[in-house]
């Protein structure tokens, strides 16, 4: 696989998996009325295609990044796709400190990769 290829490709897996996730923890919160068995079992099935896509994605972006990257990585991703879907989905504002601590954790990532030493593979 091309380096630029090697290093998109994982980021872009981590996208779709969130995308997932997000909508298997979260997306049922607008289907109270349903029985708690039937959202736990339509996550499941929800979570199943975020694992398919997250698993490789952390697999072949180890090739390129150090796990503690991924994870950073992983999170950014996370905090950004929740904040989308927390407007668009829920109808929910993110509030000034809430966006502060989101804020910190991206700074978290931002020192992760730039404290990291390259990756040894």
């Avoid at 499941?44 to 975020?50: D, M, Q, T, V």
């Amino acid at each position: 696989m091309p380096i630029p290829f090697a290093r998109l490709l994982p980021i872009l897996m981590l996208i779709a998996s969130n995308l997932f996730m997000t909508l298997a923890w979260y997306g049922h919160l607008k289907f109270k009325d349903k029985p708690l068995w039937v959202v736990i079992l339509v996550s499941w099935a929800i979570a199943f295609c975020e694992y398919c896509l997250a698993v490789p994605a952390n697999r072949w972006g180890s090739a390129v990044y150090t796990a503690a990257e991924l994870k950073a990585i992983q999170e950014v991703i996370t905090l950004s796709v929740f904040v989308v879907f927390s407007f668009v989905y829920l109808g929910q504002k993110i509030t000034l400190a809430q966006g502060a601590g989101f804020a910190l954790i991206g700074a978290g990532a931002f020192l992760i990769f730039h404290g990291t030493p390259a990756h040894p593979g």
